[in-house]
Protein backbone atom coordinates (compact mmCIF):
# COMPACT_ATOMS: atom_id res chain seq x y z
CA UNK A 1 0.00 0.00 0.00
CA UNK A 2 1.53 3.16 -1.02
CA UNK A 3 1.61 6.53 1.51
CA UNK A 4 -1.30 8.26 -0.49
CA UNK A 5 -3.36 5.05 0.29
CA UNK A 6 -1.85 4.81 3.92
CA UNK A 7 -2.74 8.43 4.65
CA UNK A 8 -6.15 8.28 2.90
CA UNK A 9 -7.33 5.13 5.05
CA UNK A 10 -6.03 6.69 8.59
CA UNK A 11 -8.04 10.05 8.04
CA UNK A 12 -11.00 8.13 7.19
CA UNK A 13 -13.92 9.28 9.49
CA UNK A 14 -16.25 6.12 10.43
CA UNK A 15 -20.07 6.50 11.47
CA UNK A 16 -20.52 5.27 15.29
CA UNK A 17 -23.87 3.61 15.04
CA UNK A 18 -25.98 4.74 18.51
CA UNK A 19 -27.35 1.82 20.47
CA UNK A 20 -31.43 3.20 21.34
CA UNK A 21 -32.63 3.82 24.76
CA UNK A 22 -35.46 2.20 24.20
CA UNK A 23 -33.62 -1.23 23.69
CA UNK A 24 -31.89 -1.14 27.42
CA UNK A 25 -32.53 0.74 30.64
CA UNK A 26 -28.72 0.89 30.88
CA UNK A 27 -27.52 2.79 27.42
CA UNK A 28 -26.01 5.66 27.71
CA UNK A 29 -26.69 8.59 24.85
CA UNK A 30 -29.41 9.96 23.32
CA UNK A 31 -31.27 8.55 20.31
CA UNK A 32 -30.44 9.42 16.99
CA UNK A 33 -27.31 10.67 17.97
CA UNK A 34 -24.32 11.17 15.38
CA UNK A 35 -21.00 10.51 16.36
CA UNK A 36 -17.45 9.51 14.41
CA UNK A 37 -13.93 7.85 14.96
CA UNK A 38 -11.14 7.83 13.22
CA UNK A 39 -10.03 4.43 12.19
CA UNK A 40 -6.58 3.62 13.61
CA UNK A 41 -3.41 3.09 11.49
CA UNK A 42 -3.43 -0.62 12.17
CA UNK A 43 -6.55 -0.70 9.89
CA UNK A 44 -4.65 0.11 6.65
CA UNK A 45 -1.92 -2.71 7.54
CA UNK A 46 -1.55 -4.55 4.43
CA UNK A 47 -3.70 -7.85 3.46
CA UNK A 48 -0.69 -11.03 4.45
CA UNK A 49 -2.52 -14.20 3.83
CA UNK A 50 0.71 -16.43 4.51
CA UNK A 51 1.54 -14.21 8.05
CA UNK A 52 -2.19 -15.27 8.92
CA UNK A 53 -2.31 -18.91 8.05
CA UNK A 54 0.74 -19.33 9.60
CA UNK A 55 -0.29 -18.09 12.58
CA UNK A 56 -3.44 -19.78 13.24
CA UNK A 57 -1.72 -23.19 12.15
CA UNK A 58 1.23 -21.98 15.12
CA UNK A 59 -1.60 -21.07 17.48
CA UNK A 60 -3.58 -24.84 16.84
CA UNK A 61 -0.66 -26.85 16.76
CA UNK A 62 0.37 -25.58 20.47
CA UNK A 63 -2.66 -26.48 21.76
CA UNK A 64 -2.52 -29.63 20.13
CA UNK A 65 -2.88 -32.06 23.37
CA UNK A 66 -0.20 -34.94 23.29
CA UNK A 67 -1.90 -38.32 22.11
CA UNK A 68 -0.53 -42.36 22.17
CA UNK A 69 -1.21 -45.29 22.71
CA UNK A 70 -0.62 -48.03 24.94
CA UNK A 71 2.95 -49.47 24.83
CA UNK A 72 1.82 -53.36 25.44
CA UNK A 73 -1.60 -52.67 23.25
CA UNK A 74 -1.49 -55.97 20.39
CA UNK A 75 1.37 -57.51 22.87
CA UNK A 76 -0.77 -59.35 25.36
CA UNK A 77 -0.21 -62.97 23.84
CA UNK A 78 1.95 -65.65 23.91
CA UNK A 79 2.15 -65.67 19.98
CA UNK A 80 5.31 -67.56 19.08
CA UNK A 81 6.53 -68.48 15.78
CA UNK A 82 7.07 -71.64 14.58
CA UNK A 83 10.04 -71.47 12.42
CA UNK A 84 11.33 -72.57 9.35
CA UNK A 85 10.19 -76.50 7.74
CA UNK A 86 6.59 -76.33 8.26
CA UNK A 87 5.86 -75.04 4.70
CA UNK A 88 3.75 -71.93 6.93
CA UNK A 89 4.59 -68.67 6.88
CA UNK A 90 6.49 -67.46 9.66
CA UNK A 91 4.41 -65.57 11.78
CA UNK A 92 3.84 -65.65 15.41
CA UNK A 93 0.90 -67.94 16.27
CA UNK A 94 -0.55 -68.39 19.09
CA UNK A 95 0.08 -71.53 21.23
CA UNK A 96 -2.55 -74.02 21.08
CA UNK A 97 -3.88 -72.84 17.89
CA UNK A 98 -2.65 -71.85 14.33
CA UNK A 99 -4.33 -68.54 14.34
CA UNK A 100 -1.58 -65.51 13.54
CA UNK A 101 -1.00 -62.80 16.35
CA UNK A 102 1.04 -59.70 17.24
CA UNK A 103 2.11 -58.69 13.83
CA UNK A 104 0.60 -56.06 12.45
CA UNK A 105 -1.37 -57.56 9.27
CA UNK A 106 -2.63 -59.91 12.07
CA UNK A 107 -6.29 -59.52 13.53
CA UNK A 108 -5.84 -58.06 17.00
CA UNK A 109 -1.92 -57.29 16.88
CA UNK A 110 0.22 -54.42 17.34
CA UNK A 111 0.23 -51.23 14.85
CA UNK A 112 2.70 -50.62 12.85
CA UNK A 113 3.22 -46.85 12.98
CA UNK A 114 1.15 -46.04 16.21
CA UNK A 115 1.42 -41.74 17.55
CA UNK A 116 3.66 -41.15 19.90
CA UNK A 117 2.75 -39.02 23.14
CA UNK A 118 6.78 -37.80 22.99
CA UNK A 119 6.09 -36.17 19.57
CA UNK A 120 6.80 -32.62 19.94
CA UNK A 121 3.39 -30.58 17.67
CA UNK A 122 4.80 -27.44 18.54
CA UNK A 123 5.41 -24.79 15.82
CA UNK A 124 7.32 -21.43 16.37
CA UNK A 125 6.45 -18.00 14.99
CA UNK A 126 8.66 -14.68 15.54
CA UNK A 127 6.85 -12.25 17.80
CA UNK A 128 7.34 -9.59 14.95
CA UNK A 129 5.70 -12.14 12.26
CA UNK A 130 2.78 -12.94 14.86
CA UNK A 131 2.01 -9.23 15.90
CA UNK A 132 1.87 -8.52 11.45
CA UNK A 133 -0.48 -11.15 11.56
CA UNK A 134 -2.37 -9.78 14.05
CA UNK A 135 -2.72 -6.27 12.78
CA UNK A 136 -3.20 -7.83 9.29
CA UNK A 137 -6.35 -9.89 9.92
CA UNK A 138 -7.81 -6.81 12.41
CA UNK A 139 -7.55 -4.99 9.05
CA UNK A 140 -8.89 -7.41 6.73
CA UNK A 141 -12.31 -7.43 9.24
CA UNK A 142 -12.75 -3.88 7.68
CA UNK A 143 -12.56 -4.81 3.81
CA UNK A 144 -15.57 -4.97 2.04
CA UNK A 145 -13.89 -7.46 -0.43
CA UNK A 146 -11.89 -9.60 1.64
CA UNK A 147 -15.57 -10.08 4.28
CA UNK A 148 -17.36 -11.10 1.44
CA UNK A 149 -14.96 -13.76 0.13
CA UNK A 150 -15.91 -15.65 3.33
CA UNK A 151 -19.50 -15.59 2.42
CA UNK A 152 -20.75 -12.46 4.64
CA UNK A 153 -23.92 -10.42 4.27
CA UNK A 154 -23.89 -7.29 5.73
CA UNK A 155 -24.71 -3.61 4.09
CA UNK A 156 -21.28 -1.51 5.18
CA UNK A 157 -18.11 -1.84 6.77
CA UNK A 158 -16.63 -0.91 9.19
CA UNK A 159 -19.37 -1.59 11.65
CA UNK A 160 -18.74 0.79 14.75
CA UNK A 161 -21.13 0.74 17.53
CA UNK A 162 -21.19 3.20 20.74
CA UNK A 163 -20.84 2.06 24.23
CA UNK A 164 -24.13 1.22 24.84
CA UNK A 165 -23.55 -2.10 23.61
CA UNK A 166 -22.04 -3.53 26.72
CA UNK A 167 -25.02 -3.20 28.34
CA UNK A 168 -27.01 -5.35 26.01
CA UNK A 169 -27.61 -8.47 28.48
CA UNK A 170 -31.12 -9.77 26.53
CA UNK A 171 -30.58 -11.83 23.24
CA UNK A 172 -33.65 -9.84 21.71
CA UNK A 173 -31.11 -6.30 22.27
CA UNK A 174 -28.34 -7.71 20.23
CA UNK A 175 -31.00 -8.90 17.56
CA UNK A 176 -32.29 -5.61 17.57
CA UNK A 177 -28.72 -4.30 17.11
CA UNK A 178 -27.67 -6.48 14.76
CA UNK A 179 -30.58 -6.02 12.73
CA UNK A 180 -30.36 -2.43 12.72
CA UNK A 181 -26.31 -2.29 11.44
CA UNK A 182 -27.43 -4.74 8.78
CA UNK A 183 -25.64 -7.94 9.59
CA UNK A 184 -29.07 -10.09 11.38
CA UNK A 185 -28.92 -11.66 7.67
CA UNK A 186 -25.84 -13.46 7.91
CA UNK A 187 -26.67 -14.48 11.64
CA UNK A 188 -29.85 -15.90 9.81
CA UNK A 189 -27.58 -17.68 6.93
CA UNK A 190 -25.78 -19.08 10.23
CA UNK A 191 -29.11 -20.62 11.95
CA UNK A 192 -30.23 -22.12 8.39
CA UNK A 193 -26.90 -23.71 8.27
CA UNK A 194 -26.73 -24.81 11.86
CA UNK A 195 -30.37 -26.54 11.47
CA UNK A 196 -28.90 -28.43 7.53
CA UNK A 197 -25.18 -29.46 9.37
CA UNK A 198 -25.89 -29.53 13.17
CA UNK A 199 -23.42 -27.11 13.96
CA UNK A 200 -23.41 -23.26 12.91
CA UNK A 201 -20.80 -21.42 10.99
CA UNK A 202 -18.39 -18.56 12.48
CA UNK A 203 -20.75 -15.54 12.15
CA UNK A 204 -20.48 -12.20 13.85
CA UNK A 205 -17.75 -10.95 15.84
CA UNK A 206 -18.60 -8.69 18.64
CA UNK A 207 -15.33 -7.08 20.33
CA UNK A 208 -15.98 -5.02 23.05
CA UNK A 209 -13.89 -3.27 26.00
CA UNK A 210 -15.93 -3.83 29.18
CA UNK A 211 -18.65 -6.79 29.39
CA UNK A 212 -21.47 -5.45 31.42
CA UNK A 213 -24.02 -8.30 29.56
CA UNK A 214 -23.12 -8.52 25.98
CA UNK A 215 -21.30 -11.56 26.48
CA UNK A 216 -24.61 -12.89 28.52
CA UNK A 217 -27.36 -11.20 25.26
CA UNK A 218 -25.29 -12.42 22.44
CA UNK A 219 -24.62 -16.28 23.86
CA UNK A 220 -27.48 -18.10 22.05
CA UNK A 221 -27.16 -16.77 19.00
CA UNK A 222 -25.85 -18.83 16.49
CA UNK A 223 -22.72 -18.25 14.81
CA UNK A 224 -22.19 -14.93 17.16
CA UNK A 225 -19.47 -14.94 19.38
CA UNK A 226 -17.76 -11.88 21.48
CA UNK A 227 -14.52 -11.44 22.36
CA UNK A 228 -12.59 -8.62 24.89
CA UNK A 229 -10.33 -6.47 22.76
CA UNK A 230 -7.75 -7.28 25.22
CA UNK A 231 -7.99 -10.85 24.33
CA UNK A 232 -7.46 -10.07 20.68
CA UNK A 233 -6.56 -13.48 18.80
CA UNK A 234 -5.84 -14.63 15.45
CA UNK A 235 -8.03 -17.78 15.43
CA UNK A 236 -11.20 -15.55 16.05
CA UNK A 237 -10.24 -12.81 13.54
CA UNK A 238 -9.37 -15.46 11.18
CA UNK A 239 -11.03 -18.58 12.35
CA UNK A 240 -9.33 -21.50 10.26
CA UNK A 241 -6.89 -19.21 8.63
CA UNK A 242 -8.97 -17.34 6.48
CA UNK A 243 -9.30 -13.57 7.22
CA UNK A 244 -12.43 -11.57 6.84
CA UNK A 245 -14.58 -12.02 9.79
CA UNK A 246 -17.50 -9.98 10.02
CA UNK A 247 -16.52 -7.69 12.93
CA UNK A 248 -18.79 -5.39 15.16
CA UNK A 249 -16.55 -3.10 17.36
CA UNK A 250 -17.43 -1.31 20.12
CA UNK A 251 -16.16 2.57 20.03
CA UNK A 252 -14.11 2.12 22.93
CA UNK A 253 -12.40 -1.21 21.81
CA UNK A 254 -11.23 0.88 18.81
CA UNK A 255 -10.01 3.06 20.93
CA UNK A 256 -7.74 0.52 22.81
CA UNK A 257 -6.87 -0.82 19.72
CA UNK A 258 -5.06 2.62 18.65
CA UNK A 259 -3.57 2.65 22.25
CA UNK A 260 -2.05 -1.17 21.65
CA UNK A 261 -0.85 -0.56 18.68
Known amino acids: MNKENQAETESKKVTVHTVAIEDVDEAEGEVGQSKEVSLPE ?3 TPYRPDLINRAVATSQSNRKQPDGI ?13 GAGRGEAMVPRISGGNRAALVPQTVGGRRAHPPKSTKDHSKKLNKKERKLALKSAIS ?5 QIVRERGHLFEDLPIVVDDGIHEL ?18 VQKAKKAFKDRGRAPKSVLIIYSKDNGISLGARNLPGVETLDVENLNIEMLAPGGDAGRLT ?3 KSAIEKIEEAF
Open 42 to 44: VFS
Open 70 to 82: DMRSGKRTSAESW
Open 248 to 250: VWS
Open 140 to 144: SSCNV
Open 169 to 186: NKTKHVKNLLEDVGVWED
